[in-house]
Nanobody
Framework: QVQLVESGGGLVQPGGSLRLSCVAPGSIFSSGAMGWYRQAPGKERELVATITFSSSTNYADSVKGRFTISRDNAKNTVYLQMNSLKPDDTAVYYC???????????????WGQGTQVAVSS
């Protein structure tokens, strides 16, 4: 079942901005890092940004200087602020939490349902 809930996608012109949000269960959110991935049609899903519980961040080179990932630990929410958007940013954006699942004895990826971002004139 869906564990993470995303919102904030939409259609924006090149150069515009959007802010994505992802709410996770506290047991997932508080146990480690969160991330944002994206997947364009016909392409592999790629990592966009990650953030640790203590708010250390990492970004794909393609979004550095334009995107900012942040988290509000009191609200169990991760954000992705996207500025200076380009057509190449068009994709479905997914929230992610990678955790060890004791019940299956393996690492498991929790995902949101995805939110569409379209950058077009």
């Amino acid at each position: 079942q869906v564990q993470l809930v995303e919102s904030g996608g939409g259609l924006v012109q090149p150069g515009g901005s959007l802010r994505l949000s992802c709410v996770a269960p506290g047991s997932i959110f508080s146990s480690g890092a969160m991330g944002w991935y994206r997947q364009a049609p016909g392409k592999e899903r790629e990592l966009v940004a990650t953030i640790t519980f203590s708010s250390s961040t990492n970004y794909a080179d393609s979004v550095k200087g334009r995107f900012t990932i942040s988290r509000d630990n009191a609200k169990n929410t991760v954000y992705l602020q996207m500025n200076s958007l380009k057509p190449d940013d068009t994709a479905v954006y997914y929230c992610n939490a990678r955790r060890y699942r004791r019940d299956i004895g393996a690492i498991y990826d929790y995902w949101g349902q995805g939110t569409q971002v379209a950058v077009s004139s």
